[in-house]
């Protein structure tokens, strides 16, 4: 007891404490207790028999009481280093916020302390996301930016190209987006400057300045015709007239479809050469406004078809199957019309007449013309310009959105309103994930492509440099080329995959004619018939979706009753036109656009499942499987073909639709809290573009493989007018396995596979 008490006092640095002794009986014969205080160092502790077994036990209680104290401190700060991490938030559900607009994302907690509180920040809702990527984006900062793309010449290649790719490279870098540059060597063509093509008609030679990217070369005479637009039905008329087409030199009026398809149905019909010129019914400017462009029949550098055009490539020399056999040549209004006054021939029909004033548009056939082509091949060096911004939980999967770099001429619309979206894009999102807390699940990357103006040679290049990886890892392409045309409309080309997409974003962008959204604008539950126009050949996302299999869209705010931006591929392409289109309103419209593509690409990055809507394709596909079922009923009973069913090619489509259901509910009864639960999904679902291109045709001579969207005798269009009957066969049966094939991916585990009945 006396041990305890000093040892008590003196852990407590008191200085006295009590003594207790046990007196033996007196002379009264009772025993007593004694009790005196006494002091370290007094006498009667000196004189303790104790003494020094007091002091080595009050030693070692403080020496075992600060060891149990360190003990206890340093479990306590390994058990905050160890289980204090295990503090997270889960993530953010597709659909964050709830009816009262309050977050329903809930945070989990492992607390190993109980008193222990570590601060946790809470990812944002959608609701706030799309409000902080709104005030991000302002007319003022766009004008900005127009002004500092603007440059009078921009040509594929060009110092000026290089001077604007490095800029772009620098101000990804100063965004700490991770730049590189691809640079591809490949073959532009060009006039000779020493040797001006030409056009010689009734003893006038004219000499237009502008030209049609790989024509072929050459000089050809022959009897001039008019084509009107050179589609199938106006060749039809002038045959159906008995005006000769064989060796004939066709000229056509640019507009409906592409000029390399003008170029390929002139050359089915045994056309020597085509003229083409902008007639003033389509094309409201000055006559002699001088029209440039390309004819190949496809993407990419034509010399290097299928695979990329990196300077270290070893590939016999070879030619794309899309370059023209005959020479082509643009000439102005002001020629077209001294043609069209002296052609002769049968009269045409109304649809054929265009807007040339003085000028009947007879069809022709009467007369000879020359005409020369000297155009060269050039070796170019194309620089594509790259930044990412990384996603959190998937960031091997991106969104791409690309801009052309290059133009004609100032390309305004073209290259500068694009390249403008892009970098302001760059700029917004990299400032809500690195200041403001946007978390995203996926990559952004940002391209600026150079030779757009030659068939998407920049972007298709890139394509075809890392085929093998990008169909598994792009969830979807954004092109912003010409994004902004005019004001009052808005026309959109894209993969069924993105309808759904397409439908919540237009309900969420502001109408550039006033009040109301852009969905409201476009008719509401109408817009698809109002948007959605087909995904055509010289469409800057047409590679990415029928050569790549990606999940694309083009888009473009637009002038009423208007399908094509006028200016496009001459060089009046500037400022000042496209803000007479936009009523001065260009900056405030490319805000608009900004805001389209930027939420598109924001939701695709965001939510667990990607934003892919695989039963849109179902209804696509049944009605191209009934047209060929119609075609081949038809020929059966003509008796042109027999012992060949559709009925297989129509089991496969019904599978699709059956295995897109199957999706459609996989997706609303997993558990999305599940990370390989998502991912597994999303795998699923981004095999569906890829599965739809025929693995039975070659890149190099059939580049655009997708049966649906694509162009060949692989696709489903091109067997439902076949008029082969070997032909028919083998490709309907391509066909066939290549949409089962599609329906096995879409199913995911191969236990669930099936094969058509």
């Known amino acids: 007891m006396d041990r305890i008490r000093a040892a008590f006092d003196y852990m407590m640095k008191g200085r006295k404490y009590s003594k207790f002794f046990r007196r033996p009986a007196g002379e009264d014969g009772d025993e007593h207790i004694e009790v005196k205080m006494t002091e370290d160092g007094s006498e009667d502790a000196g004189h303790s028999p104790t003494r020094q077994s007091d002091r080595s036990h009050r030693r070692t209680l403080l020496y075992c009481a600060l060891v149990l104290l360190m003990i206890f401190f340093l479990g306590y700060f390994l058990a905050y280093l160890i289980h204090g991490k295990r503090t997270k938030v889960a993530p953010e559900p597709c659909e964050s916020v709830s009816e009262a607009g309050k ?120 009897k001039l015709v008019y084509g009107s637009y050179g589609r199938p039905q106006d060749l039809d008329v002038l045959q159906k007239s008995n005006v000769e087409l064989k060796a004939s030199v066709l000229l056509l009026r640019a507009g409906s479809i592409t000029f390399a398809e003008q170029v390929k149905n002139a050359e089915a019909r045994g056309v020597a050469a085509v003229l083409i010129f902008p007639d003033p019914k389509d094309y409201d400017f000055v006559v002699d406004t001088e029209l440039f462009g390309h004819v190949h029949l496809g993407s ?76 060269a091949l050039v070796n170019r060096e194309l620089h594509n310009v790259f930044g990412v911004i990384k996603g959190r939980v998937d960031p091997d999967h991106y969104i791409v959105l690309g801009a052309q770099r290059d133009a004609w001429g100032r390309g305004y619309t073209q290259a500068t309103v694009g390249t403008s979206v892009l970098l302001e894009l760059a700029r917004a999102v990299q400032q809500m994930v690195e200041k403001d807390g946007v978390i995203l699940r996926r ?55 993105l309808y ?13 004619t006033g009040s109301g959204s852009l969905y409201q604008l476009m008719g509401q539950t109408d817009w698809v018939s109002k948007v959605i126009r087909p995904v055509s050949l010289d469409d800057p996302s047409y590679p990415f979706l029928t050569f790549s299999g990606i999940p694309s869209i083009s888009f473009h705010f637009i002038s009423p009753n208007s399908e094509v931006y006028p200016y496009y591929g001459t060089k009046l392409d500037n400022m000042d036109h496209l803000n007479f289109q936009t009523n001065h309103r260009t900056s405030d419209l490319t805000v608009l656009a900004a805001q389209f593509a930027g939420r598109m690409a924001l939701r695709l990055a965001h939510d667990r499942l990607v934003n892919l809507d695989v039963n849109q394709y179902s209804s696509a596909l049944t009605e191209a499987v009934r047209k060929i079922y119609m075609h081949v009923r038809k020929l059966s009973q003509s008796g042109q073909l027999n012992n060949v069913s559709p009925a ?34 999303n795998d699923r679902v981004m095999r569906v573009e890829h599965g739809l291109l025929s693995p039975y045709v070659s890149p190099m001579t059939t580049p655009f493989r997708h049966i649906l969207l694509g162009r060949g005798s692989h696709t489903l269009s091109s067997i439902a007018e076949t008029t082969d009957m070997d032909e028919l066969r083998v490709q309907l049966a391509l066909a066939t396995w290549t949409l089962q094939g599609c329906t096995n991916g879409m199913l995911g585990n191969i236990w669930d596979l099936q094969t058509p009945a």
């Open 648 to 681: 297989w090619l129509a089991n496969a489509a019904a599978s699709f639709s059956q295995a897109a259901r199957s999706l459609i509910y996989d997706s609303e009864n997993t558990d999305l809290n599940d990370p390989e639960a998502c991912r597994i999904l």
């Open 443 to 497: 990559s952004l990357v940002f391209a600026s492509w150079s030779a757009g103006e030659y068939g998407s040679i920049g972007a298709t290049e890139w394509l075809e440099a890392y085929m093998s990886s990008l169909d598994k890892r792009v969830v979807s392409y954004i092109s912003l080329d010409g994004v902004v045309m005019g004001r009052g409309s808005f026309v959109a080309s894209a993969s069924p995959l």
């Open 103 to 222: 977050p329903t994302a809930e945070v989990e907690k492992t607390e190993m302390v109980p008193d222990l509180v570590v601060p946790v920040q809470l990812p944002l809702s959608w609701a706030k996301i799309t409000d902080l990527f709104t005030q991000k984006l302002s007319a003022n900062s766009f004008a900005k930016t127009l002004n500092e793309c603007d440059v009078p010449d921009r040509s594929a290649g060009s110092d000026e190209d290089n001077r604007l790719a490095n800029r772009i490279f620098e101000e990804f870098n100063r965004l700490q987006m991770i730049p590189w540059i691809d640079r591809h060597y490949v073959q532009l063509q060009a006039p000779d400057r020493n040797r001006p093509n030409l056009v010689t008609f009734d003893g006038t030679v004219f000499k237009p300045e502008g030209y049609f990217a790989y024509s072929k070369t050459g000089q050809v005479q022959g």
């Open 300 to 375: 990419g550098d034509p010399y290097t078809p299928g695979f990329p055009s990196f300077n270290n490539t070893q590939f016999p020399p070879t030619e794309s199957s899309g370059l023209p056999k005959i020479p082509v040549q643009s000439v102005t209004a002001r020629i077209a019309k001294t043609l069209l006054q002296k052609i002769g021939g049968p009269a045409s029909g109304s649809d054929f007449r265009g807007g040339i004033r003085d000028v009947s548009y007879s069809l022709g056939g009467t007369k000879n013309i020359t005409v020369e082509v000297h155009n």
């Open 500 to 512: 759904s997409l397409m439908e919540k974003t237009l309900k969420t962008v502001d109408s550039p």
